[in-house]
């Protein structure tokens, strides 16, 4: 694996991570909301 393979799937994994906390986040928001409007 070259020095640039390995750089490129960080920044996929990174955008990955970034994504996945971003819509967890989200989804707990949303969650309340519709916790507090019941």
Known sequence: M???????????L?????????LGYLHIRMKKASLNQA
């Open 2 to 12: 070259e020095l640039r393979d390995i750089s490129v799937v960080g920044c996929i």
């Open 14 to 22: 990174r955008f990955a991570y970034f994504a996945f906390g971003l």
